[in-house]
Nanobody
């Protein structure tokens, strides 16, 4: 299973970006999908999660500015980021808990390479 994140780039403070992360490979079902971010020199932090049924949860200060969503038909998770601040500059990565066997219950968490978001002040 591979995860490919895209949509990062350079944006001015106050602007918006939409990140995408598409999963491919041996996939029967994807349960929870997550977005994380890591600022250089700091620990990776969870930004948001979304269950297979579409229930979203946000960590800390991201609620209200960031919106996570998913398209199960495309095995893709999105992160809409609004009102971006310079401190949102980070590498954003996605994970997915994948069930590869029809009728299976056990899932494995896969990580994708991140996409860099740079917010200029």
């Amino acid at each position: 299973v591979q995860l490919q994140a895209s949509g990062g780039g350079l944006v001015q403070a106050g602007g918006s970006l939409r990140l995408s992360c598409a999963a491919s490979g041996n996939i029967f079902r994807i349960n929870t999908m997550n977005w994380y971010r890591q600022v250089p020199g700091k620990q990776r932090e969870l930004v948001a999660s979304i269950t297979g049924g579409g229930t979203a949860n946000y960590a800390g200060s991201f609620r209200g500015r960031f919106t996570i969503s998913r398209d199960n038909a495309k095995n893709t998770v999105y992160l809409q980021m609004n009102s971006l601040k310079a401190e949102d500059t980070a590498v954003y990565s996605c994970t997915a808990f994948v069930v590869s066997t029809p009728g299976g219950f056990s899932s494995i968490e896969y990580w994708g390479k991140g996409t860099l978001v740079t917010v200029s002040s």
